[in-house]
């Protein structure tokens, strides 16, 4: 059961099922950088408060900067360099872990909190068996040699692993993602701590892994009542997994409240503009994003640090921070003056969700056909034959390893040894890109997955979005430049940015810089390769919405790879499915994600984490 | 509003600011610290001692002034060589054609060796491979005994010593090279370039080498000082300059034998190519130090919730 410690007394959140102590609470904790080369302090993290019983999981939501990771850590009693613990209190199961000396910390790590951090193959020591590296664990915490091998078999079987015939003589590498990430979390439960925090655990894992994984979490803690805090950006994993949920942002605690409630009826306005840019897997909707960038340390706004972006804010919150209100007995309760009427507002009709019809289809502008290719010797894609009508979207979706980006790259003719045909308006497609004539090379434009390695850090924005014009065709440098703007406000950019370098750029702004390049040339295909992967939900939303409208204005035809189904409903109007290098099923989006023929999309459709959301529907 | 209203115009305020080239900003900061001005003082007193060093000298280097070996005086500050000679104007004149061979020597070296790794890393396959084996050959001798085999078969020319030097810099600057490179040609810019067709120069020229400039920066003044060891070496045993021209390798060798009689005539020069050496490896690892730190502050930036100055608002 989790209240916020800061208002309410710890009985009033006393529910039906919570009995029993806390095993953590945390209160007013707070995070702060040390002043350094002229800096001022500045908080990363501050009026933290929540409570965790055992047996629960406590969800900590919030986008890339809201000091997610820097809370987690801070459970532990650790904090990265160049930062200290400001203030307050960690107590876990009665004791404050934060006045600890190191070695005390260092005792208590593993035996009395534990945590699993996001990248598996990091966390695990490549060149030690895995059978190694669990005897390791258990002579740390157990001392005496006894029981161990029965304790190592009941580990594997833990989080069911014991199926894998010689596990405990691989080495990290033979394993895959979520082996490896279940070796994590044996490491993990080992010793029964009290607590055990998870940072994003299953982000890189696909859905069908992510979600045994999920179960394997839950069973655990439930099992052996330990209390989780489990830490992440998505927030279907999060409705999927947590019984209490803190949203955080900026740093401060937007939101907490049971899950089901907060999930039903946000009461903070930016829990709620979260909640509607998760696209749903029901529906193809509207997907809104949040303008601006959440305020960084140092440059947080006096009042409600939200308030900038929020449309509902009042002249009062840009006073003073607002306290947390609570808005249900339950332990809900939100940092916001308004708390109680967004409440209210649940369910409520707000703008159009649903999304309007595109433009028709006009006769097929890309037409594969028995396309395959190889790595060396290893068949990567082999037969896909669908075709791409003009102005849609074709949505192309598969696990890690189904061939979607090798796809994407013989497309555009960065994967020059394929066989098959290819016809691109009504006329043949080389493999490579020496071959194309420059009217096909013009047409077809590609956005890649990670905005951070799209950019040359070494060019300003105007030299990265002209360079494609620059080489086909000959302008004066102030017909480019008029062209550059045009570009930037078509991805809705300013005119300001043409100056800036890549690494002052946020991660979504990056993205529209990649994709202001790619609409330069005027496309007529745009291919993009898991554009939205690296970017947050609300970033995700914006760049979602950017590419559907560019899409409908200019009569564009889009390949979106993508390994997120709920977005394809959003974002697509037909579907390719993948696996290992097939095409399982394709065909319209709302037929094959409301009734899939094929039983590997029938089996990732049933994977995908759901979240019911009760705002945003018209 | 309507989604689009809502993310409409992104704000930029405050962020534009007009940036240094790279190069400059590395040796900026290089120099900052306290490494890097030390190697820099070093480094400049000593070329600064080789390029004026001919105007100061008091006699003609190449006059026979006083007797042979004869000790430090008032007249004569560092004493006479072997050949009764005045040590502190051959010292002062010695140094300007070395540091320019070393400097021309280098430059090729590392232009060739840049050329050859990238190259091979942008290309890969078959062309890598045919690459890095024939790198690995000429790696396979060791630098001065490389250099030593061209100048002893082909006759102890200058442009030949300076040739020799930059053949044996190439393999080990490409390898360095090629590894930097690897990875940026990985990066999607540069696939984002290739997909438009450009040709590979292009690509190469204005995508990729951009983003080794601090890993040249370091192979140059590294190659800079082995450069300088090599043809000193060179010299020393007799390949280079000839009699009676002044040359610092030159004139250990001509004067050891006076050791004991005036031990300047062999110091002078070898605490001026000591000077040089040292200097020259401690600005570099100032640089390379100070490279790094430019990378880790980007990398910062692509960390999500790691705050950066100048990366934020």
């Known amino acids: 059961m989790t209240a916020p410690a800061g208002g309410a007394d710890a009985a009033s959140g006393t529910g039906a099922t919570s009995t029993g102590p806390m095993r953590l609470s945390v209160e007013n904790l707070q995070v702060l950088r040390a002043p350094s080369r002229g800096r001022a302090t500045v908080d990363v993290v501050d009026e933290v408060s929540f409570r965790v019983r055992p047996g629960e999981v406590l969800g900590l939501v919030g986008e890339s900067g809201s000091g997610k990771t820097t809370m987690a850590l801070a459970l532990l009693g650790h904090v990265r360099r160049g930062l200290v613990i400001g203030g307050g209190k960690v107590v876990v199961d009665g004791q404050d872990i934060l006045p600890l000396s190191p070695a005390q910390l260092q005792r208590m790590r593993g035996r009395q909190v534990a945590y699993v951090p996001q990248d598996p193959s990091s966390a695990l020591n490549p060149t030690l068996k895995i059978g190694t590296q669990l005897r390791e664990v258990l002579a740390a915490y157990e001392g005496d040699g006894g029981a161990r091998a029965e304790r190592l078999t009941e580990m594997l079987a833990e989080v069911g692993l014991s199926t894998v015939p010689g596990i405990l003589d691989s080495y990290p590498h033979q394993l895959s993602g979520g082996q490896q990430q279940r070796v994590g979390l044996a490491m993990a439960f080992a010793c029964r701590p009290q607590l055990i925090v998870l940072d994003e655990p299953t982000t890189g894992l696909d859905v069908t892994t992510q979600r045994r994984v999920l179960e394997t979490i839950r069973d655990l803690c439930q099992s052996y009542q330990v209390a989780a805090v489990y830490i992440s950006h998505d927030l279907a994993v999060v409705a999927e997994i947590a019984d209490y949920v803190a949203v955080l942002y900026a740093g401060r605690l937007?939101?907490?409240?049971?899950?089901?409630?907060?999930?039903?009826?946000?009461?903070?306005?930016?829990?709620?503009?979260?909640?509607?840019?998760?696209?749903?897997?029901?529906?193809?909707?509207?997907?809104?994003?949040?303008a601006g960038q959440p305020?960084?340390?140092?440059?947080?706004?006096?009042?409600?640090?939200?308030?900038?972006?929020?449309?509902?804010?009042?002249?009062?919150?840009?006073?003073?921070?607002?306290?947390?209100?609570?808005?249900?007995?339950?332990?809900?309760?939100?940092?916001?003056?308004?708390?109680?009427?967004?409440?209210?507002?649940?369910?409520?009709?707000?703008?159009?969700?649903?999304?309007?019809?595109?433009?028709?289809?006009?006769?097929?502008?890309?037409?594969?056909?028995?396309?395959?290719?190889?790595y060396g010797r290893k068949s990567v894609l082999t037969g896909l034959t669908f075709t791409v009508p003009g102005r849609q979207c074709v949505a192309v979706v598969g696990m890690s390893g189904s061939g979607k980006t090798t796809l994407a790259r013989c497309l555009v003719g960065l994967h020059p040894t394929w066989t098959g045909d290819v016809t691109f308006a009504g006329q043949a497609l080389t493999p490579g890109v020496r071959r194309r004539s420059r009217d096909q090379l013009?047409?077809?434009?590609?956005?890649?997955?990670?905005?951070?390695?799209?950019?040359?850090?070494r060019r300003t924005?105007?030299?990265?979005?002209?360079?494609?014009?620059?080489?086909?065709?000959?302008?004066?440098?102030?017909?480019?430049?008029?062209?550059?703007?045009?570009?930037?406000?078509?991805?809705?950019?300013?005119?300001?940015?043409?100056?800036?370098?890549?690494?002052?750029?946020?991660?979504?702004?990056?993205?529209?810089?990649?994709i202001a390049r790619a609409l330069i040339l005027e496309p007529d295909l745009l291919v993009c390769d898991e554009v939205t992967s690296a970017l947050d939900v609300s970033v995700q939303a914006a760049i979602v919405e950017l590419l559907r409208g560019l899409q409908h204005e200019r009569g564009l035809s889009m390949i979106f790879i993508t390994h997120n189904l709920p977005l394809v409903r959003s974002i697509a109007d037909?579907?390719?499915?993948?696996?290992?290098?097939?095409?399982?099923?394709?065909?319209?989006?709302?037929?094959?994600?409301?009734?899939?023929?094929?039983?590997?999309?029938?089996?990732?459709?049933?994977?995908v984490p759901k979240m019911t959301v009760a705002v945003g529907e018209g | 509003m309507t989604s689009n209203a809502s993310l409409a115009v992104l704000q930029s305020a405050g962020r534009g600011r007009a940036r240094?080239?790279?190069?400059?900003?590395?040796?900026?900061?290089?120099?900052?610290?306290?490494?890097?001005?030390?190697?820099?003082?070093?480094?400049?007193?000593?070329?600064?001692?080789?390029?004026?060093?001919?105007?100061?000298?008091?006699?003609?280097?190449?006059?026979?002034?006083?007797?042979?070996?004869?000790?430090?005086?008032?007249?004569?500050?560092?004493?006479?060589?072997?050949?009764?000679?005045?040590?502190?104007?051959?010292?002062?004149?010695?140094?300007?054609?070395?540091?320019?061979?070393?400097?021309?020597a280098t430059l090729l070296g590392v232009a060739a060796g840049a050329i050859i790794g990238v190259a091979a890393a942008y290309f890969g396959g078959r062309w890598d491979t045919l690459m890095m084996r024939a790198v690995d050959v000429i790696l396979a001798f060791p630098q001065l005994v490389f250099a030593?085999?061209?100048?002893?078969?082909?006759?102890?020319?200058?442009?030949?010593?300076?040739?020799?030097?930059?053949?044996?810099?190439?393999?080990?600057?490409?390898?360095?090279?090629?590894?930097?490179?690897?990875?940026?040609?990985?990066?999607?810019?540069?696939?984002?370039?290739?997909?438009?067709?450009?040709?590979?120069?292009?690509?190469?020229?204005?995508?990729?080498?951009?983003?080794?400039?601090?890993?040249?920066?370091?192979?140059?003044?590294?190659?800079?000082?082995?450069?300088?060891?090599?043809?000193?070496?060179?010299?020393?045993?007799?390949?280079?300059?000839?009699?009676?021209?002044?040359?610092?390798?030159?004139?250990?060798?001509?004067?050891?034998?006076g050791l004991v009689a005036n031990p300047w005539a062999v110091l002078a020069p070898t605490l001026l190519i000591a000077a040089l050496t040292i200097g020259m490896n401690t600005l570099t690892d100032a640089i390379a130090r100070a490279s790094l730190g430019v990378g880790r502050q980007a990398d910062d930036a692509v960390l999500p919730g790691l705050v950066v100055a100048g990366a934020g608002q």
């Open chain 1, 461 to 514: 924005v105007r030299q990265i979005i002209e360079q494609p014009l620059a080489h086909f065709e000959r302008l004066s440098s102030g017909e480019r430049y008029e062209r550059v703007v045009a570009a930037l406000s078509a991805a809705a950019l300013r005119e300001s940015f043409v100056d800036l370098y890549p690494d002052q750029l946020s991660g979504g702004e990056r993205q529209r810089v990649a």
């Open chain 1, 295 to 374: 305020p960084r340390p140092g440059s947080r706004p006096p009042g409600c640090f939200f308030q900038p972006r929020c449309e509902f804010a009042l002249p009062e919150c840009e006073a003073g921070p607002p306290p947390m209100t609570e808005v249900s007995p339950s332990g809900h309760s939100a940092r916001c003056l308004r708390a109680g009427e967004i409440v209210a507002l649940a369910g409520a009709p707000d703008g159009p969700g649903e999304r309007p019809a595109g433009p028709g289809a006009t006769a097929p502008l890309l037409d594969v056909r028995a396309l395959s290719a190889t």
């Open chain 1, 574 to 607: 037909h579907v390719v499915v993948m696996n290992n290098g097939r095409i399982c099923e394709r065909g319209p989006v709302a037929e094959v994600l409301e009734a899939p023929k094929d039983g590997y999309t029938a089996q990732l459709l049933a994977d």
């Open chain 2, 148 to 257: 030593l085999l061209l100048v002893s078969i082909l006759g102890p020319k200058i442009w030949l010593i300076v040739l020799a030097v930059a053949i044996s810099h190439a393999p080990q600057v490409a390898r360095v090279i090629r590894a930097g490179a690897l990875d940026v040609c990985e990066r999607d810019f540069v696939r984002a370039a290739q997909i438009l067709g450009m040709p590979a120069r292009k690509v190469i020229r204005r995508e990729v080498l951009p983003n080794l400039t601090s890993v040249l920066m370091v192979e140059l003044g590294l190659r800079l000082t082995y450069s300088i060891l090599v043809i000193a070496g060179l010299s020393f045993l007799g390949f280079g300059l000839q009699p009676p021209t002044a040359s610092w390798g030159l004139m250990i060798n001509e004067n050891r034998i």
């Open chain 1, 442 to 457: 013009r047409r077809v434009q590609y956005v890649s997955q990670n905005p951070y390695l799209a950019l040359n850090p």
């Open chain 2, 20 to 104: 240094r080239r790279e190069w400059v900003a590395v040796l900026g900061r290089a120099v900052r610290t306290g490494r890097g001005a030390a190697g820099l003082a070093i480094v400049g007193v000593v070329v600064l001692i080789a390029a004026i060093g001919p105007a100061l000298a008091p006699y003609p280097s190449t006059s026979f002034v006083t007797a042979p070996f004869a000790n430090p005086s008032l007249k004569f500050p560092l004493g006479a060589d072997t050949l009764g000679r005045d040590v502190l104007s051959r010292t002062l004149d010695g140094g300007w054609q070395l540091l320019l061979m070393a400097a021309v």
């Open chain 1, 254 to 290: 937007a939101e907490v409240g049971p899950a089901r409630e907060v999930f039903a009826s946000p009461a903070h306005p930016y829990s709620r503009r979260l909640l509607r840019a998760v696209p749903s897997l029901d529906r193809s909707q509207v997907l809104r994003g949040l």
